[in-house]
């Protein structure tokens, strides 16, 4: 389900979503947007299905049914969306074409251990991954995709049992190590020089993480010098930790913030379906992000009755079957009609109740 979250603060719970995509036979466990196509989103689940979305339409776009023999643990877009990177329970590592539907590259074992496996691209393009040894130790690793052969780096950690969740900030280089029921986040840097993944730093708090959000850069306050900030899930609440660089000038820090990806697409959704490319549309953060107004989603669905009868002796069987269609579509619409009429209806009866409590109020102060 997509939900549409308005400008101003509701005042009553969102109950109802835009759109309802479905197409899975089992859960669904990842999600995520296309990084330059409009209202294109990826979803995996239980069924080793990756599909591609056309949220403006609720049509599939594409669909990868072969590729995985198991349960998909990770999925990540490249910079421009042309490619993906995926890990699986098969503890394969895979390099995935979407729309020629191919694998370009696969590494098996990145990470000999049989708990899952994470992996994320680089600004550089090379794939970082999560994972554990044979010795259930969890490590890190750094690969390049031209060559699988042999990793750029790889890095043993420690024993513990969580799996490693990677945060990736583009504009830094840095990526954040988040583990399921740790209570720290570690952070590293990818360079292009040796050894390659640099440890910065750890932050530790005394409650475990049960899981983590990474606010997009964009979402940052810049007059704070604030460069990441995460959202923290306890049992029974969401604590913010922000990160920021100590800096004593006022001034806008130009090395903390180049100019990072913002809302607006690069593509629309038939274009990158094309074969079209384009990097992420750039913004400043120079004055702070300020979001443009009227970014709301209009889903349009396709009408049926604008589909043509196909021509030839099939025709006819078509043709006798066109009434049933425009039926049905009938049928739909009073239905909708029907809805609305009894949503008017109560909405009437509630500010008929608010218009009587306001002249109880107004008698009660005279």
Same mark, same amino acid.
């Given at each position: ?14 109950? +109802? ?5 479905? !197409? ?9 947007? &296309? ?20 949220? !403006? ?27 993906? %990177? ?22 098996? %074992?990145? &990470? ?12 550089? !393009? ?50 954040? $190590? ?5 209570? =720290? ?7 292009? +020089? ?9 932050? =530790? ?28 899930? &306890? ?46 549309? $750039? ?62 209806? %109560? ?16 008698? !009660?102060?005279?």
């Amino acid at each position: 389900m997509v939900w549409q979250i308005p400008d101003y603060t509701p005042m009553r719970n969102i109950t +109802e979503p835009i759109i309802t995509l479905e !197409g899975h036979s089992k859960r669904v466990g990842i999600l995520s947007w &296309h990084p330059t196509a409009r209202n294109v989103l990826l979803s995996a689940g239980g069924d080793n299905v990756i599909i591609m979305w056309n949220v !403006g339409t609720g049509e599939v776009l594409l669909s990868l049914d072969d590729m995985h023999p198991d349960v998909i643990h990770s999925v990540c877009w490249n910079s421009n969306g042309s490619l993906l %990177a995926t890990t699986c329970k098969d503890k394969t590592l895979r390099i995935i074409d979407p729309r020629k539907g191919q694998v370009v590259a696969e590494r098996f %074992a990145a &990470h000999e251990g049989m708990r899952p496996m994470r992996a994320i691209f680089t600004r550089q !393009g090379h794939i970082f991954t999560t994972g554990f040894t044979r010795m259930s130790q969890r490590e890190l690793g750094l690969w390049d995709p031209n060559n699988f052969e042999e990793p750029v780096a790889l890095q043993e950690m420690d024993t513990s049992n969580g799996v490693l969740l990677p945060f990736y900030d583009p504009d830094s280089s840095i990526v954040y $190590l988040c583990g399921k029921g740790d209570s =720290s986040i570690r952070y590293f840097e990818i360079t292009e +020089e040796p050894p390659f993944v640099h440890y910065l730093n750890t932050f =530790s708090s005394k409650e475990p993480q049960r899981g983590m959000g990474f606010m997009p850069k964009r979402g940052l306050d810049v007059s704070k010098c604030e460069i990441a900030r995460f959202y923290k899930l &306890h049992e029974r609440k969401c604590e913010p930790i922000i990160m920021t660089v100590p800096r004593k000038s006022d001034l806008f820090q130009d090395d903390l913030y180049p100019d990072t990806p913002g809302p607006e697409p690069a593509l629309e959704a038939d274009e990158w379906l094309a074969g079209q490319d384009a990097e992420p549309v $750039l913004i400043s953060l120079r004055d702070g992000y300020v979001p443009p107004k009227h970014r709301e989603l209009r889903v349009t669905k396709r009408n049926i009755l604008d589909v043509r009868l196909p021509s030839g002796p099939r025709r006819s069987q078509s043709a006798s079957d066109a009434p049933l269609s425009q039926q049905h579509t009938l049928e739909t619409l009073l239905e909708e009609i029907k809805a609305l009429r009894e949503q008017v209806q %109560a909405q009437e009866q509630r500010i008929t109740a608010l218009e009587n409590m306001l002249c109880e109020l107004v008698d !009660g102060t005279d």
